[in-house]
Nanobody, 129 residues
Framework: EVQLQASGGGLVHAGGSLRLSCAAS????????IGWFRQAPGKGREGVAC????????YYPESVNGRFTVSSDNAKNMVYLQMDSLKPEDTAVYYC??????????????????????WGRGTLVTVSS
């Protein structure tokens, strides 16, 4: 059974940092990308980071570039999202999801939630001003 579980959310002041974790099970990373998305109240899901764990390639949208860093520990089937210089507008529920396609799909066709296959439960990040 495929499972993805995001954790590590919480309340942080603007300018602070948080590290989210995504525990993956029921599949191996070979051939998959793992994407981090967020959804703020009243808004759609927005991709914030994507990684191809097997080769370490990453992709970030311009909205978070330089503030967020995605990484993986393939031996543990874990993916992490380090978020620095957090802003109140980063407040959202954060999700991780898997997609069975190369990272080039995201780069060439967009970082779209509908491309991703399986979603885990999210974790709430609240950034206070």
């Amino acid at each position: 059974e495929v499972q993805l579980q995001a954790s590590g959310g919480g309340l942080v002041h603007a300018g602070g940092s948080l590290r989210l974790s995504c525990a993956a099970s029921g599949f191996t990373f070979d051939g998959y990308v793992i994407g981090w998305f967020r959804q703020a109240p009243g808004k759609g899901r927005e991709g914030v980071a994507c990684i191809s764990p097997t080769d370490g390639r990453t992709y970030y949208p311009e909205s978070v570039n330089g503030r967020f860093t995605v990484s993986s520990d393939n031996a543990k089937n874990m993916v992490y999202l380090q978020m620095d210089s957090l802003k109140p507008e980063d407040t959202a529920v954060y999700y991780c999801a898997n997609g069975k396609f190369p990272l080039d799909v995201v780069i060439n066709y967009g970082f779209k939630a509908e491309f991703f296959n399986f979603w885990g439960r999210g974790t709430l990040v609240t950034v206070s001003s």
